[in-house]
């Protein structure tokens, strides 16, 4: 859909300011900026929708959106995972109402229409009397999203010519493997997902989780005062920002001197990941302390020790999360923790303990990072923000680490702007139409 020359010059000035290290204040809530992102963003690229694990079984299903479209993703009886919109094609009733759970069939709740999971439709009533061979049930299925999968997570995308998903991630798959396989059986979620819906942009919480280490020590300084953190303030700032150009995803990968490699995870699950990930991987990760990274658009992780006990050896558990803008200023949340699939119930216990404590809806650094989200999200809204911008100039002239053995765009320290403007690059080649 068309937007006024005027808006779309201000997105092409927009663009343009992002290699310079400036970005505008009002992107992060404004309605014109958030309708046109469903469209040149949301409908565009490849958004995450779940983790296999979420649906080991045949009939499992969840219900997830791209934009404004909810689909049922649901495992088929050939094992195969389906996304279908959940709309029934008669008179467009929504056709399965609960977030999760399991079913071989959808009926309709108005006129009785049956589709089996994989959108294929299988029974109408009055099909001889009523239809009289007018309706062939074949061009009536459910409408197919297209999907592909990566070590376990499942992506959707509206658009017929995106280009395939691996080329999407455009070699972040490196990093991926960090949460993804952890262990030879690679990972799963730990329980149904925390799911809330907050007042803050999705933009601020993608930057964030794409590597800002730079308000770690601020917005969390209690958590270094009380001994929760494996790191102090001042070594929290060291390690490397990686981004791929380009594509959008980022990556912070805080790293402690000293730090016994793959601290946190018992030893038999570090020995299980030198096995299985590639010596390049080793190196890297070995060594690293937090990372924390975002796939463009709708998607983040952080894995990080977290002493359950201050001042006690810390536990390494992963968050990961999906946003779903409903607004400008809106999100809807989902959070999960992530644990190897063959670790053991009491590792995979205490990961997840230090995950709620931490990360979950109500965990402590999740409400210091959204009490200022929020706040950020409130101003940036405000109408003398309308022509304020923001610095993104940190690390403007950091070149990149010719001895660091990952792909991407690599630079140190952690505390650098480097991935955000690749961040907003991309999200403005979207917004001008370039993807
Ligand atoms: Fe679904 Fe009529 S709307 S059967
Ligand atoms: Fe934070």
Redesign the pocket.
């Known amino acids: 859909r068309p937007i006024g020359s005027g808006a779309e010059a201000e997105l092409e000035r927009i663009r343009e300011g992002v290699p310079h290290g400036r970005f505008p204040a009002h992107v992060f809530n404004d309605q014109e900026i958030f309708d046109v992102e469903q469209e040149r963003v949301f409908a565009k690229a490849w958004c995450f929708l779940a983790h296999e694990s979420e649906i080991p079984n045949r009939g499992d299903y969840v219900t997830r959106y791209i934009a404004n479209n909810n689909l049922i993703v649901a495992r088929a009886e050939s094992g195969e995972i389906h996304a279908s919109l959940n709309m029934c094609r008669h008179r467009g009733n929504m056709m399965c109402k609960s977030e999760m759970g399991n079913a071989s069939h959808f009926r309709c709740s108005y006129h009785g229409w049956v589709y089996k999971n994989s959108g294929e439709l299988v029974g109408v009533p009055y099909m001889k009397e009523g239809y009289e061979g007018r309706l062939d049930k074949r061009d009536w299925g459910l409408i197919k999203v297209r999907t592909e999968t990566y070590a376990g997570l499942v992506f959707g995308t509206l658009d017929p010519n995106a280009p395939p998903l691996d080329e999407y991630l455009g070699g972040f798959q490196f990093y991926l493997d960090l949460y993804l396989k952890q262990g030879s059986s690679g990972s799963e979620v730990h329980g149904p997902p925390d799911h809330w819906v907050t007042e803050t942009d999705w933009k601020i919480a993608a930057e ?1 989780f794409s590597g ?1 280490g730079y ?2 020590p601020v ?2 300084q209690f958590g270094f005062n009380l001994g929760y953190f494996a790191s102090s303030g001042s070594t929290h700032s060291q390690g490397w920002a990686a981004s791929i150009p380009g594509r959008g995803h980022g990556i912070g990968l805080g790293h402690t001197p000293g730090f016994p490699p793959f601290a946190g995870f018992p030893e038999e699950l570090a020995d299980e990941m030198r096995r299985s990930l590639s010596p390049e991987q080793v190196e890297v990760f070995s060594q690293t302390r937090t990372a924390v990274g975002t796939v463009f658009p709708n998607l983040s992780f952080l894995m990080q020790p977290f002493s359950i006990v201050p001042g006690e050896a810390g536990v390494r558990f992963v968050t990961m999360r999906l946003y779903h803008p409903i607004g400008p200023g809106r999100t809807e949340m989902y959070s999960w923790c992530l644990v190897p699939k063959d670790a053991s119930e009491e590792y995979k216990r205490e990961a997840y303990r230090a995950y709620t404590l931490a990360f979950a809806q109500a965990g402590t ?1 999740e409400q ?2 959204l009490e200022n989200w929020a706040r950020v999200t409130r101003s940036a809204g405000s109408n003398m923000a309308r022509d304020v911008e923001f610095p993104y100039v940190m690390g403007m002239d950091s070149v990149p680490d010719p001895d660091f053995p990952g792909p991407g765009h690599v630079v140190k320290p952690y505390v650098n702007d480097s991935n955000f403007r690749n961040l907003w690059s991309r999200w403005s080649d979207y917004m001008t139409g370039r993807e």
Do not use: I, L, V, W
């Open positions: 964030n800002d308000h770690t917005a969390h650094f210091d990072d």
